[in-house]
C-alpha cells in the first residue's frame, strides 16, 4: 500500500459523542495533501466516535471511496493532480456518491472559491484554520443530514413503481442546492434522456416552458428560505413538440431538516 492511502485509524476508545446500541462508528474519509492537517483531523474525528481512512490526492481518493465507501469526506481544495472540486465531482458521479456528505476544507475565503465547491457537488464548507473542537460538531451532524438523504433516495426508490400508474415521479432538493436526486418516472414526465446518469437542479429547471422556468425557480427558492410549502402547474415542451402540463409541488422533509421533498405529476388529461 502506497502512503497516498492510510487505511488503519480507528475511533478512540475515549469518543466523546453517545454511538448506537451496536456502537457503530461511521467512516470519515480525510483527503489533504498536508500530512499534519490529516493528522489533526483524524485526531478530531476519532473525538467524535469515526473510524478515519487517509487519502493524500485526488486519484486516491476516488479509489479509496470506492474500496471503503466512507460516510462523510473531509476534503481539502488545494491539492496537486486532481484538486478538490474535480475530486468532489468525481465521487459525485459514482453510483454511491451522490448522497455522502462531503466537507471542503479551503483556506480560500472568497465567495467564487465558496460558490465553486457549491457547484461542485459539496455539501458545506470550513475555513482555515479549523476550530477542531467545533469539526467534530459539524461531522455529526453532517452523518445525520446525510443518512436523511439515503433514507429519502430509498424511499423514492421504493415508490417508482406506484408512481408510474400514478403519473407522478419524485424530486428532492437541499436548502443549499447542492445535492439534487430525481425519481425514474420524474424523469419520464420531465421528457429527459434516461441515459443521462447525473440530472443536475438546472437540468430539471430548463424542462420547463421558459415562460414558467423562471417563476418555478423563485417559488423553490423562496419556499427553501422560508421552510414552507408550494404548488405550481407548468408547461414543458416535449422531445416531440408535444406539450405537457405538470403540477409541481414541494415541502420540508421535517421541521429539522434542511431538504425539501417533492412529486411532479403529469396532469395534461384535465386540459
Same mark, same amino acid.
Given at each position: $500500500? ?146 436523511? $438523504? ?33 425519481? $425514474? ?8 434522456? %434516461? ?6 437542479? %438546472? $437540468? ?68
Amino acid at each position: $500500500m502506497t502512503e497516498d492511502v492510510k487505511v488503519v485509524s480507528t475511533a478512540g476508545d475515549n469518543a466523546s459523542y453517545p454511538l448506537s446500541d451496536e456502537e457503530f462508528h461511521p467512516l470519515a474519509m480525510i483527503v489533504d495533501d498536508d500530512f499534519s492537517l490529516r493528522l489533526a483531523m483524524g485526531a478530531a474525528l476519532r473525538k467524535a466516535g469515526f473510524e478515519v481512512v487517509e487519502a493524500a490526492n485526488g486519484n486516491s481518493a476516488v479509489s479509496l471511496f470506492q474500496s471503503r465507501n466512507p460516510d462523510l469526506i473531509l476534503m481539502d481544495v488545494m491539492m496537486p493532480g486532481m484538486n478538490g472540486f474535480e475530486t468532489c465531482r468525481a465521487i459525485r458521479e459514482l453510483p454511491e456518491g451522490k448522497t455522502v456528505q462531503i466537507l471542503m476544507v479551503t483556506g480560500l475565503e472568497e465567495t467564487n472559491a465558496i460558490e465553486k465547491a457549491f457547484e461542485a457537488g459539496a455539501d458545506d464548507f470550513v475555513i482555515k484554520p479549523i476550530k477542531w473542537v467545533m469539526l467534530g460538531h459539524r461531522a455529526r451532524y453532517m452523518l445525520r443530514k446525510g443518512q436523511i $438523504m439515503k433514507n429519502l433516495v430509498k424511499r423514492l426508490d421504493s415508490l417508482a413503481k406506484i408512481q408510474a400508474v400514478a403519473k407522478q415521479g419524485g424530486w428532492q432538493i437541499n436548502s443549499s442546492g447542492s445535492s439534487f436526486a430525481v425519481s $425514474m418516472e420524474a424523469v419520464t414526465i420531465l421528457g429527459i434522456e %434516461e441515459n443521462i446518469s447525473n440530472i443536475t437542479y %438546472e $437540468m430539471f429547471l430548463s424542462c420547463v416552458d421558459p415562460e414558467n422556468s423562471l417563476d418555478l425557480r423563485r417559488t423553490i427558492d423562496d419556499a427553501l428560505k422560508n421552510r414552507d410549502s408550494f404548488s405550481m402547474t407548468c408547461r414543458i415542451c416535449m422531445p416531440d413538440n408535444s406539450v405537457k402540463h405538470i403540477l409541481l409541488q414541494g415541502a420540508m422533509l421535517s421541521d429539522q431538516s434542511d431538504i425539501m421533498t417533492g412529486v411532479v405529476q403529469d396532469i395534461s388529461s384535465i386540459f
